[in-house]
C-alpha cells in the first residue's frame, strides 16, 4: 500500500499546506505544510487501526500522543510506515510553539539509535507553531525502508531483529520532547 492510500484507508484525512520539495528525497509522493509528511484532519472519528496494525499512546496534560505502525511484523526489505498523532482533549484550545520549523520527529532504535527521520533534512530557524482546538488532532506519517541513517553509518540495510520506533514533537530544549511527547512501539524484522 502506497502512503496515499494509507493515509486514504487509515486516516480518513486530507493533505493541506504550503508545498516544501525537496531534491533527493525518497517517495514523497505526498507534501504538506513544513514537512511533508504533515496531515491535518480536523475532527475527523479518530485514526481507525488496520487489522495487524501497531499502536501506543499516552496522555499529558489532557493532549494525547499516539504512534501507529501498520503492522508489528515486517519481512526485510520491506517500508515500515509510521504515523504520529497529536490530539487535544481540552475543553480549551492548545498551541504548541517551535524554535524552528521541525515540529516532530521520528527515531529508530535497536539499544542506540540507528535511524532518524530528520537526520538528512534541513529545517529554517524560525519559530512557528500550530493550534488545536478541542477534540482537533493533527497528524504526522513518514516511512522507514529499514536502512541505517544515523551517525557514521548511512544505507546500510538492517538485520532482523525487534526495533523500537519513537514519535515525538520537537520542542526545546530537548528533554522535553523525551518526557513529555514521545511515545514509541516496536516492531519485528525477519528474514526475507
Known amino acids: 500500500m502506497n502512503r496515499r492510500e494509507f493515509i486514504k484507508r487509515s486516516l480518513g484525512g486530507i493533505v493541506v499546506g504550503s508545498v516544501l520539495l525537496i531534491a533527493g528525497c525518497n517517495d514523497r509522493s505526498i507534501v504538506g505544510h513544513y514537512n511533508e509528511g504533515y496531515v491535518e484532519s480536523g475532527n475527523p472519528p479518530p485514526v481507525k487501526s488496520e487489522p495487524g496494525s501497531n499502536g501506543n499512546s499516552r ?58 527521520w530528520s537526520y538528512d533534512k ?23 525502508n529499514m536502512v541505517y541513517m544515523f551517525a557514521n553509518i548511512v544505507g546500510k540495510q538492517v538485520e532482523p531483529r525487534s526495533y523500537r520506533i519513537k514519535g515525538y514533537l520537537f520542542f526545546a530544549p530537548f528533554i522535553i520532547q523525551n518526557n513529555y511527547t514521545s511515545v514509541s512501539v516496536s516492531i519485528n524484522i525477519k528474514p526475507k
Open 122 to 144: 534541513a529545517f529554517l530557524n524560525v519559530p512557528t507553531n500550530f493550534q488545536l482546538n478541542p477534540g482537533e488532532h493533527k497528524e504526522f506519517i513518514e516511512n522507514w
Open 59 to 116: 496522555i499529558t496534560n489532557d493532549i494525547e500522543y499516539y504512534i501507529q505502525t501498520d503492522k508489528k511484523d515486517y519481512r526485510l526489505g520491506e517500508k515500515v510506515q509510521m504515523l504520529y498523532r497529536i490530539t487535544n482533549l481540552k475543553s480549551e484550545p492548545h498551541v504548541f510553539n517551535f524554535e524552528s520549523n521541525q515540529w516532530y520527529g521520528f527515531d529508530i532504535s535497536a539499544g542506540e539509535i540507528i535511524w532518524q
